[in-house]
């Protein structure tokens, strides 16, 4: 009860604090339109009448990364139960873009409320949710609480605990447990994700090893590749070379690096697609400030021979995966922990990282075991690699047969969680 208290007076000050900051990025994102009534709880009537009537799947994935694993388990939970509705919450406008695209007609799509008990309770109401999904990490303590409270039941799906949240959770653990001690399931991606949610304060009952969600999908030939999005031939002799997801100065290296090899290898192509879409128009910038051509994707007109073609849409990357030789992993030359390396070795591409990638630190240490990806450490040595890439066929070649048997071994997930919600769907055995 003291740990609820001291949680719900701070709760409003932490946001005030924040508040600032969290409008700032809001309005240099953009697509939160309409977001403030949703985040207070407050839907259209139509809706909450239609949700009323119906015992819905509540599906909660804070962003892009996330959102894909909500998706996966819609389809595998549907194709069993044609009956199910889902309710998916996101907390960006990016992962709110993805959800309403991929929307079924039948489900709805809401920003994530803020966690106050008037605001959470006033939510659960309206939902009306039969069990309440959190995809990895998403834990909010009131909404646990209530949820618990009233007996719903709750899964942690494909959840992880990296170093850095370890890290942060161990400082409150007292907060933590009583948060993770109310979870029926936790379908964890790897044994250290089990033990130390454990050791955080989960049931050990409640605690399995699934595997990762984000290996099952299925890898489409995607027609919008460079020709489709940026109206530029690609012969065979092309080779494509993809910064993806990437950070605030990555895209500046992979410039630099792109002017010191084009003469040498005039067949390279470079294609960026920024981790936040919301920061072309600085990327643009910074290219042309380079002397470099840039062709954007939402421009509509065909790529001038030489440009380094920009990516400002979102929900187009698997497309240029497909046509991708070459991908550097973003966010892994700034000490930020990298992105996720398994769609682009699904698609069979050679992966180059940095040496950042606490955040997938297990997938990392599977694609070394494999010989599947090159790890650089600066941007002299990422030019070195992609140099002896280019000129090495066989080399490509073999790291991207590795990465795609790294991902078929990594399969089958999403049916181990499956079975999981379904045992405590009918109750949680509180």
Same mark, same amino acid.
């Given at each position: 009860?003291?740990?609820?208290?001291?949680? #719900?007076?701070?709760?409003?000050?932490?946001?005030?604090?924040?508040?600032?900051?969290?409008?700032?990025?809001?309005? %240099?994102?953009?697509?939160?339109?309409?977001?403030?009534? @949703? %985040?207070?709880?407050?839907?259209?009537? &139509?809706?909450?009448?239609?949700?009323?009537?119906?015992?819905?799947?509540?599906?909660?994935?804070?962003?892009?990364?996330?959102?894909?694993?909500?998706?996966?388990?819609?389809?595998?939970?549907?194709?069993? #139960?044609?009956?199910?509705?889902?309710?998916?919450?996101?907390?960006?406008?990016?992962?709110?873009?993805? &959800?309403?695209?991929?929307?079924?007609? %039948?489900?709805?799509?809401?920003?994530?409320?803020?966690?106050?008990?008037?605001?959470?309770?006033?939510?659960?109401? @309206?939902?009306?949710?039969?069990?309440v999904i959190l995809v990895e990490g998403e834990c909010w303590p009131n909404l646990i609480w209530e949820?618990?409270? %009233?007996?719903?039941?709750?899964?942690?799906?494909n959840g992880r605990v990296s170093d850095r949240s370890y890290g942060r959770y161990t400082r409150w653990k007292k907060l933590v447990a009583k948060v993770f001690g109310c979870l029926d399931v936790c379908s964890m991606q790897h044994e250290v994700d089990g033990e130390r949610i454990r050791e955080l304060g989960a049931p050990a009952a409640a605690i399995h090893c699934s595997g990762n969600i984000k290996y099952d999908f299925d890898v489409i030939q995607d027609p919008r590749g460079v020709e489709h999005l940026f109206k530029v031939k690609k012969t065979n002799d092309i080779v494509v070379l993809l910064g993806s997801s990437t950070w605030p100065g990555e895209e500046v290296v992979l410039g630099r690096l792109y002017q010191q090899l084009i003469d040498k290898h005039p067949n390279l192509m470079l294609?960026?697609?920024?981790?936040?879409?919301?920061?072309?128009?600085?990327?643009?910038?910074?290219?042309?400030?380079?002397?470099l051509k840039v062709c954007r994707r939402t421009s509509n007109q065909p790529a001038e021979g030489g440009s380094v073609l920009l990516?400002?849409?979102?929900?187009?990357?698997?497309?240029?995966?497909?046509? &991708?030789?070459?991908?550097?992993?973003?966010?892994?030359?700034?000490?930020?922990?990298?992105? #996720?390396?398994?769609?682009?070795?699904?698609?069979?591409?050679?992966?180059?990282?940095?040496? @950042?990638? @606490? #955040?997938?630190?297990?997938?990392?240490?599977?694609?070394?075991q494999a010989d599947a990806r090159v790890v650089i450490e600066n941007e002299l040595e990422l030019v070195q690699c992609i140099d002896a890439l280019l000129s090495n066929d066989d080399r490509r070649q073999r790291l991207s047969r590795a990465a795609e048997k790294v991902y078929h071994a990594g399969k089958g997930a999403t049916a181990k969680t499956v079975a999981l919600l379904e045992k405590i769907m009918v109750g949680s055995g509180r």
């Open positions: 009860m003291i740990v609820r208290l001291i949680y #719900n007076l701070m709760a409003p000050l932490f946001f005030l604090a924040l508040l600032p900051s969290f409008m700032k990025r809001m309005r %240099r994102r953009g697509g939160y339109e309409g977001s403030t009534l @949703q %985040r207070l709880g407050f839907y259209s009537p &139509a809706i909450v009448d239609k949700l009323k009537h119906r015992h819905s799947i509540w599906i909660h994935a804070v962003s892009v990364g996330e959102m894909f694993v909500a998706q996966t388990l819609v389809q595998a939970i549907r194709k069993k #139960n044609q009956e199910a509705h889902f309710v998916i919450t996101t907390s960006t406008s990016t992962g709110y873009r993805i &959800a309403q695209q991929k929307r079924d007609d %039948r489900d709805e799509v809401f920003y994530f409320p803020l966690d106050f008990i008037p605001v959470i309770r006033r939510v659960i109401d @309206q939902i009306n949710p039969q069990q949820l618990s409270r %009233r007996d719903i039941p709750i899964a942690l799906v294609v960026i697609a920024p981790r936040h879409v919301e920061r072309v128009d600085d990327v643009e910038r910074a290219y042309l400030e380079l002397g990516l400002d849409s979102t929900g187009e990357l698997s497309g240029l995966y497909a046509d &991708a030789d070459i991908v550097f992993v973003g966010k892994s030359l700034c000490e930020k922990g990298g992105q #996720n390396p398994i769609e682009p070795a699904a698609y069979g591409c050679a992966l180059v990282t940095g040496r @950042q990638m @606490q #955040n997938f630190k297990v997938e990392s240490e599977l694609l070394d």
